[in-house]
């Protein structure tokens, strides 16, 4: 997706770790008309999909997500990274953060996510695959079907993807980082 | 707004505490076409105010906010609750949630949110204010012009409002909670 990778060569830091900062546009403050694109392109290469929810991860997923679901009139569930009191009957899974090296839980209400379900995921980065694991985790335990999950991003060299194909799912990336060495960024072409 | 209100009566649920779970449609699954009449709501009631920004708080306001944001074509930026690794130049505050019982941080990079800004920030519940008063306090660390505060539903019970009128902002909710007495929901008419 051209005006992203534009975007990212332009607007993109890199910090120690192959950290890819994107808080100018996607991460802290949103561009919604890129966030609008995003979901266009989304929207195209899983047109001969059947989707009928779209489901992502608190925070930077939902813009994405909202957009998607506004174009196509699907209902949209972010997981929770936090569990609320109120909430009983749930789908829990552990996540391993990289970046924080510590698990967190991540859950899905059993209410919004069941066995009627035909998923797509959506997602801002695609790094290590760890919440994607987590995701294929809680469709499983609902017994929907996750037809395919979406990047905006993908850290190709922290090879998430092999995850997410090896568990049968489609994986689309609008955007796909080669290397972050020596604080330059590397886009596939 | 009586699509919003139907719904929280419809769909609405009252726990202990006065608690009203709207996760079906607003705080877990998300209904985006009831976000985009939100969004056009907020923007009638903001006519004649001069806006060059929306800002929320991760997580649940980030939906109506992208919308708004959409609409108008104005870039969002929504507040973190956690301070990431990479953000240097913040500003930060303290918000004591009512329903945890404890003290979180909210903050925004020094990047997005100056003394430029013309600020409208959304969010999806009004209950204290804390939150709302944290925002105020991050729009005056910045010298930010926070010229009104939307939210979707209001707990008028718990009175936060009266923090936002009394910082001289302007204050609009979608939908008023009177009380939540006996897990019966009454709204204003």
């Given at each position: 997706m051209k005006v992203l990778c534009e975007r990212i060569l332009k607007e993109g830091k890199c910090f120690e770790g192959s950290i890819l900062k994107v808080?100018?546009?996607?991460?802290?403050?949103?561009?919604p008309n890129l966030m609008k694109q995003i979901a266009v392109e989304f929207i195209r290469r899983y047109a001969s999909t059947e989707i009928n929810k779209i489901i992502t991860i608190e925070a930077s997923g939902i813009a994405p997500a909202i957009m998607m679901g506004f174009l196509l009139d699907l209902p949209v569930v972010f997981a929770k990274k936090k569990t609320p009191s109120?909430?009983?009957d749930m789908l829990i899974t552990k996540v391993f953060s990289f970046t924080k090296q510590r698990e967190y839980n991540i859950v899905i209400s059993k209410e919004y996510l069941t066995k009627e379900d035909k998923v797509l995921f959506v997602d801002d980065f695609l790094a290590y695959g760890n919440a994607a694991k987590g995701i294929i985790d809680l469709c499983a335990q609902a017994g929907a079907e996750l037809v395919g999950m979406g990047f905006i991003?993908?850290?190709?060299?922290?090879?998430g993807r092999s995850i997410i194909e090896k568990a049968g799912v489609r994986c689309e990336s609008l955007a796909i980082i080669e290397s972050l060495e020596n604080c330059k960024i590397k886009l596939r072409r």
């Open positions: 808080d100018k546009f996607i991460n802290h403050q949103m561009d109120t909430m009983s991003i993908e850290k190709a060299f922290q090879h």
